[in-house]
């Protein structure tokens, strides 16, 4: 990974991470026992999250995948939201957990809360890797968390700039941005 040296500066290690998504993953499981539970991954930036959170829940869980854009590529949202891939199923009198990488100014995750909710499912919570409060346009209550984080325009472990550094396997803070 010496690829991203020089554009990237380690802000959360691959073990703090791997130790927070095992952390969240007793939590749910502990939550949702004796519950059928549908995860709802959050394209594209959440799935490395998504897969590594549902391997470490200790239920059957469901997949469901969700795109949602409001970047369209660069670094600051345009505030306006597009679902870009629906789900597959019918969400109705199901318990849901939306997985998401990061919860900035909250518009995208306000609107996409609002959609599954009237879906009617009989639960919905969220679960979101990171929280950049700084950046809140709107309150999102986050219901499982992994970490807080300064106003860093951030990548890695699913996060991208330009749909590059995904497969960074920490969250790093890109140099000059």
Known sequence: MAFYEQQVGVLISEDAVQKRVRELAAEITR?????????????????????????????PVKLEFLGVSSYQGGT???????????????????HLLVIEDIIDTGLTMQFLLENL???????????????????????????????VI??????????????????LPFIGVMKGK
């Open 31 to 59: 939550d949702y026992a004796g519950k059928d539970l549908t995860i709802i991954c959050v394209l594209k930036g959440s799935v490395f999250f998504a897969m590594d959170l549902a391997k470490a829940i200790d239920l």
């Open 76 to 94: 600051e949202t345009t505030g306006e939201v597009r679902i870009t891939t629906d789900v597959s199923k019918p969400m109705a009198g199901k």
């Open 117 to 147: 909710r009237a879906r009617h499912p009989a639960s919905l919570k969220l679960c979101s890797l990171l929280e950049k409060p700084a950046r809140a346009r709107t309150k999102v209550d986050i219901d499982y968390k992994g970490f």
């Open 150 to 167: 300064d106003d860093h325009f951030v990548v890695g472990y699913g996060l991208d700039y330009a749909e590059v550094y995904r497969n």
